[in-house]
């Protein structure tokens, strides 16, 4: 799934410097704007870089002498042809470089390359029902052969988003609950080591939250909290522009942040957690509970023992009963946790991510009726959720958006490759 190209109709305001010193770090800055703007020319790019024409047309040389961008000609509609000399604009070379990203997920790996844009080039993907530790590492590393076989462009980093707990300090994936066992793996340094390029980890909802901040509708958001609703419910945050992943990269463990200090106990050790409640197995139950009294129709066979996520979401879009009433459980529960959040960090523009077979936004508008009408209606904030501009993709996505932040930072530098 590629980024979405609406919604990135301005650039930002991010000052260079015309410094020597600091020339790479102009030439990221630069490469970033052309890469998550759209229509960039040269004074554009000066302007909203506050360079000189002579420093900013120095970087666009360099940058076009190693073939990483090229200048295009560029007309929109016929029309334009009738206005006079037609716009120059900067633009990725076709030999760029890329970026492969992986995703762990408790059913599924991904692999995928992508250029700086963030538009996936060729994806693989490996499902599978158990996995041990050895077994992690050597598809991960078949995903890396198969897709950069036949490859000519240069790849220059991987980024994983994964399941957590995740330290991005000491990059590691942590202690996952329900993972085959697989504990303290130094994920990035073994995958580093077998394919020879610079490798990064993050949770899979922080990855999510990044997604949306480089290549997503909200570019512009310096503070933002993204949800992913999977297996379990995570929480990624942006604040001031980046993401935040607390002092041991940690964060974003919604689901088992408790909502019930007095309820059961959780596999991490919690008691109440939101993911003890707020699960597919509970909106099963409260279906079956309320089939026995409800007589009405319904888009959900009797008959069918289990309704998934997608069969309870399509339902719930043309308006079920059951499904619906399944829902506003579930986005009950999603609510406590959501608002202690929200109490906590002031944060009003909530993104949410999860796999959908159909178009529909009843999630969202469920959650935003349920955070807007309790305890915080009353203190002039609306509370504002909209849907993820990926999908449930976000995180793979994130796994891209992880090595270009890097890269459009100065962190890393494309050309040492």
Excluded at 52 to 64: A, P, Q, R
Excluded at 92 to 103: A, Q
Excluded at 129 to 143: F, P, W
Aim: charged residues 20%; contains cysteine; proline residues 4%.
């Amino acid at each position: 799934m590629s980024p979405p190209e609406k919604g990135r109709t301005s650039m930002p305001t991010l000052h260079g410097t015309n410094l020597t010193n600091v020339k790479e770090k102009n030439r990221a800055l630069a490469l970033r704007l052309i890469s998550t703007g759209q229509s960039v020319s040269r004074a554009n790019l000066a302007r909203s870089m506050h360079l000189t024409k002579t420093t900013l047309g120095n970087i666009v040389s360099d940058l076009i002498a190693n073939d990483v961008i090229r200048e295009y000609t560029y007309s929109s509609t016929e029309a334009d042809s009738s206005l006079g000399r037609k716009p120059i604009i900067l633009d990725l070379s076709p030999n760029s470089p890329l970026i492969m990203g992986m995703l762990i997920k408790r059913n599924l790996l991904s692999g995928i390359l992508a250029d700086l844009k963030g538009r996936i080039i060729a994806q693989r993907d490996c499902r599978y029902d158990s996995l041990d530790q050895d077994t992690l590492i050597e598809t991960l590393v078949q995903l890396y052969t198969q897709l950069r076989k036949g490859q000519n462009r240069k790849i220059v980093a991987i980024g994983i988003s994964t399941l957590g707990p995740v330290d991005t300090k000491a990059q590691k994936l942590t202690t996952p609950v329900d993972f085959w066992g697989i504990h303290n793996l130094a994920l990035s340094d073994i995958i580093r080591e077998r394919t020879g390029l610079p490798t990064y980890i993050i949770h899979d909802s922080n990855a999510g939250a990044l997604a949306e901040k480089i290549y997503g509708f909200h570019a512009h958001s310096d503070n933002l909290l993204y949800l992913h609703i999977m297996n379990g419910i995570g929480a990624g945050y942006i604040f001031q522009g980046n993401v935040y992943d607390g002092d041991f990269g940690q964060s974003g463990e919604l689901g088992h942040t408790s909502i019930n200090f007095a309820g059961p106990s959780c596999n991490c050790g919690n008691r109440g957690c939101l993911e003890l409640y707020a699960n597919i197995e509970n909106m099963n139950r409260h279906i079956k509970e309320l089939r026995a009294i409800y007589k009405g129709p319904t888009l959900l066979p009797k008959d069918q023992e289990f309704y998934s996520w997608s069969d309870i979401i399509t339902a719930a879009a043309a308006m079920d009963f059951l499904a619906m009433a399944a829902l506003d459980e579930f986005c009950g529960y999603l609510s406590y946790a959501v608002r202690n959040t929200i109490h906590l960090l002031d944060v009003s523009h909530i993104i949410l991510g999860y796999d959908s077979p159909v178009e529909t936004t009843v999630v969202e508008d469920t959650l935003t009726t349920k955070l807007n009408s309790g305890p915080m209606s009353n203190t002039g904030h609306v509370i504002e959720i909209v849907k993820s501009s990926f999908g449930g993709q976000a995180p793979l996505i994130g796994s891209i958006a992880l090595v270009t932040d890097k890269i459009f930072n100065g962190e890393l530098n494309i050309f040492e490759f």
